[in-house]
């Protein structure tokens, strides 16, 4: 785009801090949370991610676009931010799987963007102070009139944005991973017999249902709001919590439904919300970080072993509040030692912080799908003695 032709755009914090520059994406106004993400490639994989809800996201990469988007890249249908932040923009990609350019992308789904701002002065102010909400325009290029807004918008914790982007029904899940990206071919060959898994959608990434259909699951995803006794009735070999957006304390009606799923004693699995609405079932807590982990080179483990991980959260547990006696920490955030995995001591439930399907060039966690499908296996050898009863 010439800059002739360029429409200026304005963005403001809500500490009055102002940045000036030019549209990209659809023009308008959006309000948001501003976070940065540190990843250097996968852009179209972070604008649909549902996690991204409410979000407005600063692409700390200088060059964003230049591979353009395509449609097997998409995490969910649409893009799910608010908005977007960059240094600089492509208009003309180049690469043999592109379908759209990312500003005509992101304008034909009514995403604002604005470009050509000092992205690493942003990022450097969200890390000292902390990630705070923000507005991009086009139309209300006055300072004090956006920031007005934006003091209005409600901040991200106690926010409930799960309701946004669960799905409506129930539906069934069969695509696996592409064999093009297949990395792991005998995922699929080491399962000799079908499980079902019940996926809780809080805002559940597709690449996550590829892995576990990969492990010859059948996977049945449900509204983050279905009752236990729904759920049941399925007959699951295993329930997944998936990852989601906003704060976890205030999806109420998931936590009390992963609390009462505990007692059917079936093998789980958490990522992300997934894990924090976990851990508030077992009795934790969890509180907001100052900027969360937004990044595809975040380091993960705990004894003898560092996973190179995916990550994007704003929460964490509480270690204080975890009941030592059912529940360990599997696994830290070895940039901050916050808590990166759990599980619990005496069932087969689990829950890791990152994303082991993302695949940021390494597959180093990829073995929680495995683990979660040998913890189903279990159970069907050795079903457990409680006095819950299966509905067929």
């Known amino acids: 785009m010439a800059l002739f032709e360029a429409i200026p755009a304005l963005l403001v914090l809500a500490d009055g801090t102002t940045y000036r520059g030019w549209s990209f994406g659809a023009t308008g106004t959006a309000i948001g949370e501003v976070v940065f993400n540190t ?14 809800c409410g979000q407005i996201v600063v692409f700390t990469y200088p060059e964003l676009g230049n591979t353009g988007v395509n449609p097997e890249d998409e995490e969910s249908a649409r893009p799910q931010v608010r908005g977007a932040i960059a240094r600089n923009i492509c208009t003309r990609p180049s690469n043999w799987r592109c379908s759209q350019s990312l500003p005509d992308y992101l304008k034909q789904h009514q995403i604002p963007g604005i470009y050509g701002i000092d992205t690493r002065a942003l990022t450097r102010k969200i890390r000292i102070y902390g990630a705070m909400n923000g507005g991009i325009s086009t139309e209300i290029l006055d300072e004090a009139e956006l920031l ?15 309701r946004e982007v ?5 539906y069934e899940w069969s695509e696996t991973t592409d064999p093009a990206w297949e990395f792991n071919p005998q995922a699929k060959a080491n399962s000799d017999e079908t499980l079902t898994v019940v996926a809780l959608d809080f805002g559940i990434k597709r690449n996550i249902l590829r892995r576990l259909a990969s492990y010859g699951c ?15 009735k399925y007959n699951p070999d295993g329930i997944f919590l998936s990852n989601g957006p906003g704060d976890p304390a205030a999806v109420t009606e998931g936590i009390e439904t992963a609390k009462a799923l505990l007692s059917a004693q079936k093998p789980m699995f958490g990522i992300c919300m997934g894990h924090q609405i976990l ?6 807590e969890t509180y907001k970080l100052k900027f969360g982990h937004r990044g595809l080179n975040q380091p993960a483990g705990l004894e003898k072993r560092v996973e190179i991980t995916s990550q994007n959260h704003s929460f964490a547990i509480n270690p204080d509040t975890l009941p030592e006696a059912v529940v360990e920490i599997s696994h830290l955030n070895l940039n901050d030692r916050t808590i990166a995995g759990v599980r619990h001591k005496n069932l087969p439930v689990f829950s890791v912080q990152y994303h082991p399907e993302a695949s940021p060039g390494p597959h180093d966690a990829d073995y929680l799908f495995e683990n979660f499908v040998q913890a189903m296996r279990a159970a069907r050898q050795t079903p457990n003695s409680s006095n819950e009863v299966k509905i067929k």
Do not use: F
């Open 39 to 52: 990843g250097m490639t996968g852009y179209q994989e972070v604008l649909t991610d549902p996690s991204y």
């Open 218 to 232: 059948r996977v049945i995803v449900v509204p983050a709001h279905t009752p236990k006794e729904e759920i049941l």
């Open 166 to 170: 669960t799905t409506q029904t129930a």
């Open 279 to 284: 851990g508030h079932a077992l009795g934790a």
């Open 148 to 162: 007005e807004r934006v003091l209005a918008a409600p901040v991200m914790s106690g926010l409930n944005l799960v």
